[in-house]
């Protein structure tokens, strides 16, 4: 007896060594099945709530609608084309993928690394939805819906999924060793540059108010941020495993420093800490961790939150200085709090990585991000401008959106 549990125990620690590399694995599939939900989670319910809250209440349904439509416009846009050319490197190209993926062909049954090749389609669908929604911030309560969806599409495709190509899809952002983890310049960064574009070329809102109409609406929608940021981050390693652990907790340490970090700051500066402003700041480390969530330490991940908070809350107030109305600080959340982490990238992470001058990598990533995106961006809402006109009229602005654009009144009187 004792011979043949000697022999089953032999054989079952013989099997993991003759397991398939691409054999897909349960616990990672399941880790990457909840994480894709957590990510759309972010955009909805999570970034409308906190975007609808700062709005003024005759906006915020159309302020909803900008992040509910993007999740269902991206999702296709995402199957058909947008996976393709942001990840189909079969024809070896440095700047955009082939359309050999074209609504998803070549993947039926494909395994990506220990998880379904449709699952991380799936996954990485959700990070080009809130990309998009989280432009939309910098041009509420005057943007035409219309020429909103248009410039969705086209942003996504155009700007997007070329720009995931280049950090992670094959192309040559990732090629000169460049580190985003999850999304620090394919994210964040990239929808600040396009919200300041955006932001300029939209023009002022005629009534400028900086009152949110629902405190409650965004605390909420931070929170589900918050959480949803780790399938965010920890799922970016695409498997429940040490890189996912790191991840998390790095996610979680950077938001709580911000948000100390954006407290203090506030505090200095206006005398008292708001609520928004702590909800804000947790968005900031959230950011600002996205790009080097696996590749540093939780230490690091502390000074990275506490710098983003400080940082992000003193660049909300640039666009007084350079007059332009971002309307709910997009370019200094995300822009500012991207750019930074994808420097702290750099510092913190060359040591264990052994790489001098990934410093000056990172910096050349954001340069060309910064360029790309800014450009690409200005040749889209112009041509979209000629189209459809970017803005509502001035009698449609002073009734608010959600009655010009949708019909309808989210308060009753």
């Given at each position: 007896?004792?011979?043949?549990?000697?022999?089953?125990?032999?054989?079952?620690?013989?099997?993991?060594?003759?397991?398939?590399?691409?054999?897909?694995?349960?616990?990672?599939?399941?880790?990457?099945?909840?994480?894709?939900?957590?990510?759309?989670?972010?955009?909805?319910?999570?970034?409308?709530?906190?975007?609808?809250?700062?709005?003024?209440?005759?906006?915020?349904?159309?302020?909803?609608?900008h992040s509910f439509s993007a999740a269902a416009v991206i999702s296709i846009v995402w199957v058909l084309i947008g996976y393709s050319f942001a990840f189909d490197s079969s024809q070896g190209s440095q700047f955009i993928g082939s359309v050999g993926h074209f609504a998803l062909q070549g993947i039926t049954g494909a395994v990506n690394g220990t998880i379904p090749d449709y699952l991380f389609v799936a996954f990485q669908g959700t990070f080009a939805i809130i990309t998009v929604a989280l432009i939309t911030g910098a041009i509420a309560e005057r943007a035409k819906f219309s020429a909103y969806i248009a410039f969705a599409i086209l942003w996504s495709i155009l700007i997007y999924?070329?720009?995931?190509?280049?950090?992670?899809?094959?192309?040559?952002?990732?090629?000169?060793?460049?580190?985003?983890?999850?999304?620090?310049?394919?994210?964040?960064?990239?929808?600040?540059?396009?919200?300041?574009?955006?932001?300029?070329?939209?023009?002022?809102?005629?009534?400028?108010?900086?009152?949110?109409?629902?405190?409650?609406?965004?605390?909420?929608?931070?929170?589900?941020?918050?959480?949803?940021?780790?399938?965010?981050?920890?799922?970016?390693?695409?498997?429940?495993?040490?890189?996912?652990?790191?991840?998390?907790?790095?996610?979680?340490?950077?938001?709580?420093?911000?948000?100390?970090?954006?407290?203090?700051?506030?505090?200095?500066?206006?005398?008292?800490?708001?609520?928004?402003?702590?909800?804000?700041?947790?968005?900031?480390?959230?950011?600002?961790?996205?790009?080097?969530?696996?590749?540093?330490?939780?230490?690091?991940?502390?000074?990275?939150?506490?710098?983003?908070?400080?940082?992000?809350?003193?660049?909300?107030?640039?666009?007084?200085?350079?007059?332009?109305?971002?309307?709910?600080?997009?370019?200094?959340?995300?822009?500012?709090?991207?750019?930074?982490?994808?420097?702290?990238?750099?510092?913190?992470?060359?040591?264990?990585?052994?790489?001098?001058?990934?410093?000056?990598?990172?910096?050349?990533?954001?340069?060309?991000?910064?360029?790309?995106?800014?450009?690409?961006?200005?040749?889209?809402?112009?041509?979209?401008?000629?189209?459809?006109?970017?803005?509502?009229?001035?009698?449609?602005?002073?009734?608010?959106?959600?009655?010009?654009?949708?019909?309808?009144?989210?308060?009753?009187?």
């Amino acid at each position: 007896m004792k011979s043949l549990s000697k022999i089953l125990l032999f054989i079952l620690f013989l099997l993991p060594i003759g397991a398939s590399a691409n054999e897909i694995n349960s616990g990672d599939t399941a880790w990457l099945l909840t994480s894709t939900a957590l990510v759309l989670m972010m955009t909805i319910p999570g970034l409308f709530l906190f975007y609808g809250g700062l709005v003024r209440k005759k906006n915020v349904l159309s302020t909803f609608m900008h992040s509910f439509s993007a999740a269902a416009v991206i999702s296709i846009v995402w199957v058909l084309i947008g996976y393709s050319f942001a990840f189909d490197s079969s024809q070896g190209s440095q700047f955009i993928g082939s359309v050999g993926h074209f609504a998803l062909q070549g993947i039926t049954g494909a395994v990506n690394g220990t998880i379904p090749d449709y699952l991380f389609v799936a996954f990485q669908g959700t990070f080009a939805i809130i990309t998009v929604a989280l432009i939309t911030g910098a041009i509420a309560e005057r943007a035409k819906f219309s020429a909103y969806i248009a410039f969705a599409i086209l942003w996504s495709i155009l700007i997007y999924s070329p720009l995931c190509y280049w950090v992670w899809g094959g192309g040559w952002i990732g090629g000169m060793g460049a580190l985003d983890f999850a999304g620090g310049t394919v994210v964040h960064l990239s929808s600040g540059t396009a919200a300041l574009v955006a932001a300029i070329m939209y023009g002022k809102r005629r009534s400028k108010s900086n009152t949110p109409h629902n405190v409650p609406f965004v605390v909420a929608g931070a929170a589900l941020l918050w959480v949803g940021w780790f399938g965010f981050n920890a799922g970016s390693a695409l498997g429940a495993n040490s890189d996912a652990a790191l991840a998390f907790i790095n996610t979680n340490t950077a938001a709580a420093a911000a948000v100390i970090g954006w407290i203090i700051a506030e505090a200095t500066t206006r005398g008292v800490p708001t609520v928004v402003g702590a909800a804000s700041g947790a968005i900031a480390g959230l950011v600002a961790i996205t790009p080097a969530a696996g590749f540093v330490d939780p230490v690091s991940s502390i000074f990275i939150g506490l710098v983003a908070g400080i940082l992000c809350c003193s660049a909300c107030s640039l666009k007084n200085k350079f007059n332009y109305d971002d309307t709910l600080d997009v370019v200094g959340i995300h822009g500012v709090g991207g750019l930074w982490g994808c420097i702290a990238t750099g510092i913190f992470a060359s040591a264990a990585y052994q790489f001098d001058g990934l410093i000056m990598v990172q910096i050349k990533s954001a340069l060309a991000t910064f360029v790309f995106v800014g450009i690409g961006t200005f040749i889209i809402l112009y041509i979209v401008n000629l189209l459809f006109g970017l803005r509502v009229d001035e009698e449609a602005e002073s009734k608010g959106l959600d009655l010009s654009e949708h019909s309808e009144s989210a308060y009753t009187e």
